[in-house]
Every structure is written in C-alpha cells, then in structure tokens.
C-alpha cells in the first residue's frame, strides 16, 4: 500500500465548502503520480517514445464529505496486475480515519506508435507490485 497525504484548499470546494465532486480524481491522481516517482523508474513514465498508460475505466463513491481545510489521507492499493494493466483503488480517509471516498481505475498500457495494447515493461511490473493487495 501507498500512503500520502493531501490539504484540501478553499479552491478545491463548491460553495458549501465541500470538496468538489470531480476534485476527487484530481487528488487521486496526484497521488498516483507520487506513487510512480516512488518506484524511481530509469525511464520517464509519463513522456515516452514507446507507450502510453491511459486509463480505461474510473468509478468513484462518496461516503462522507470531505471539507475545506482538512487533510486526508490517500491509501493506493494495485488490486490487480495483468501483462498489459493494472487496477488502483484508492482509499481517501479524513482525519478521524473515516472512508470518505473510494476510487477505482484500471489503466492499460497501450503502444504510441500502433495505438495497440501491448505489455509493461518489467520495472513497472516489479515497481507496481510493491502495492500490490
């Protein structure tokens, strides 16, 4: 599992003050960015000549609001790890340690060149593994 944390900001939040419903895919994303730097890979994941990461699929649930000035946490977990994709859950508490959303993505790795699914490199695989549930 990954752990990391995130202040939510007044610009992040709808006139209540409660975090924006499409904010939560930016936070997680973040955090799925800082994952990837962790894995200290030898080539630059987001900007290659060789493939893509797209994702292919995203839900989320809202349990809880989650509200201006806080602070959560983001656990990823990779729940699934295939030849050419992998799955992410997200966990999003809030500082009482309650689960205030659930986010899930499959991404794919696809080649630049032909637009094909095609496999992920070793590194990833090892690198992904490491959060793997």
């Given at each position: 599992m990954f752990k990391t944390k995130r202040k939510i900001n007044f610009y992040d939040c709808d006139p209540?003050?409660?975090l924006f419903f499409a904010r939560i895919y930016e936070?997680?994303?973040?955090?799925?960015?800082?994952m990837i730097a962790g894995i200290h890979l030898?080539?630059?994941?987001?900007?290659?000549?060789?493939?893509?990461v797209p994702i292919l699929n995203s839900e989320a649930h809202y349990?809880?609001?989650i509200k201006f000035g806080e602070t959560i946490t983001i656990e990823?977990?990779?729940?699934?790890?295939?030849?050419?994709?992998?799955?992410?859950?997200?966990h999003c508490?809030?500082?009482?340690?309650e689960e205030c959303n659930v986010v899930r993505t499959v991404h794919i790795f696809?080649?630049?060149?032909?637009?094909?699914?095609c496999g992920m490199k070793k590194e990833i695989k090892e690198g992904l593994a490491l959060h793997l549930v």
């Amino acid at each position: 599992m990954f752990k990391t944390k995130r202040k939510i900001n007044f610009y992040d939040c709808d006139p209540a003050g409660i975090l924006f419903f499409a904010r939560i895919y930016e936070l997680c994303h973040s955090a799925y960015e800082e994952m990837i730097a962790g894995i200290h890979l030898k080539e630059d994941y987001w900007n290659n000549d060789e493939y893509i990461v797209p994702i292919l699929n995203s839900e989320a649930h809202y349990h809880k609001p989650i509200k201006f000035g806080e602070t959560i946490t983001i656990e990823i977990n990779v729940t699934k790890l295939k030849t050419s994709s992998f799955e992410l859950e997200y966990h999003c508490l809030n500082s009482r340690d309650e689960e205030c959303n659930v986010v899930r993505t499959v991404h794919i790795f696809v080649d630049k060149s032909t637009w094909k699914k095609c496999g992920m490199k070793k590194e990833i695989k090892e690198g992904l593994a490491l959060h793997l549930v």
